[in-house]
Every structure is written in C-alpha cells, then in structure tokens.
C-alpha cells in the first residue's frame, strides 16, 4: 500500500506537518513527476502531491517553481490550483508576467469545475470584461447550469 499514490502523498503531507520538508519533497516527487507506461494516466503525476510541492515551493518563494507543479495539478483536475494559478496571472508575481487572459481562462476552467470562489467571482452582468469568445461560451454552459 505504501505504494499507493494516495498514501505516498499522505506521507508527504505528514512529513511536511512534522517540519521535514527535505523527506516530504522526496516523497511527494515519487508520485508527482510523470511517468511512462501504464494506462493513460498513469504518465500524468498525483495531483495532490503537485499541489503540496506547489505550496511548499510558493512557501519558500519558488514562485516559478509553484506555477510549474499547480499547472500540473491543474491539468490533472484540481480547481485549487486552477484559482491559485489564475490569481498568479492576473496580479503578476515575482518572475511571473501579468497575464489576465491565462488568469480568466484558470478561473474560468475552476467555475466550470464547480468552484465555488471561481463563480463567485465571475459575474455575468460584469461589462467591463473583454470575455473571448470561448471564455463566453463557459459562462453561458454555467449560466444554463443555474450557477451563474
């Protein structure tokens, strides 16, 4: 079992909670980095461990460093780091361009997810928005889903 992504990744996160974050890294890349094989998956890495090395990284100013892991964990599904990507692009960080667009299409890609901050912030009325043409698809699927 200890093999298991899920465990792998608890393992990390008690690591990190006890102050061993050197271990914790260890451990959480083992399920994090991509891998080849397997069923189709399998190659993409364990999303909450791209999320805690994200974070571990953002904690120790690797902001480029946590844009490379929440991207991963992003395109694996996970809306948290979608809304932490899309707050990295739309206010710039250190060593990270401003870039509304990129921000809009992350929160868009967490609204769309079911987020609950992302569609909170979206708001269908709001004219000062330069929405593209995809952008303005989503919100009108989210507003036919009642969540806008």
Known sequence: RMLDKACTAMLGKLLLA???KLEATKVLRTTAAPTSGGDQFSNTGDSLSQ???AEMSFQSGKIRDAVRWW???AENGDVDAMMRLSQVFRNGADGIPKEE???NHWLLAAAALG???AIKYI???DKTKNWTKVERLWLLEMKDMGWL
């Open 18 to 20: 006890t102050g061993k």
């Open 51 to 53: 999320w805690f090395l």
């Open 71 to 73: 991207k991963r964990s």
């Open 101 to 103: 667009a990129r921000g």
């Open 115 to 117: 987020h609950q901050d």
């Open 123 to 125: 708001s269908w009325e």
